[in-house]
């Protein structure tokens, strides 16, 4: 088991949850319901939560690398490389804020296909034989596509909460596994 990794994810956590919360504390016209999370990289939150949103990505990335690298179980080690690219797109919502149209809906609708596709791996798979965790999944992927169809505000903040905690379960199942 490699601690690293562990430290990455934590970090990662860590950094992207205070980011957001101040962010959205100091953005005082920031509309939870109604705005998307990257509508805080170009307000008055933007230097916070640019850099911030982009070190969270890159310290999500180290994590998937390095479980990358840690695996044994080649469907494993795809789901744990994809979720890395998919990581680099995270940090591309930071690097392409909201006001550079174009580019900023490539990276957002990329960076959420690819946690889709990093989901429906490791679920599929069934990388800890625990249909539970596998329906969580799915669940997460329904929401994902819920939210290419109509691009809910609220849906789009779930995806992620949700997405966080399924990590943080694939982290704890895979441990275990070493």
Known sequence: MNS????YL???IVVLAITLASAM????NYYFFG???SALGIGPTALLFNTGFF?????FCLYFLNSFLDEKDVVCKIGFLIGAI???FMGGIAAF???MVFEHVVVALSFFLLIAITILVFSIHGFCKNKLVSLFGFAIIVLVLFYFSNGSAL???LIVFFFVIWILILNRIKDRMH
């Open 4 to 7: 690293n990794k562990n430290t």
């Open 10 to 12: 934590f970090s990662a």
């Open 25 to 28: 504390l100091l953005y005082t």
């Open 35 to 37: 705005q998307p999370i």
């Open 55 to 59: 070190i969270s990505a890159m310290l």
């Open 86 to 88: 998919s990581m680099v």
């Open 97 to 99: 804020p909201l006001n």
């Open 155 to 157: 849906i789009q903040k």
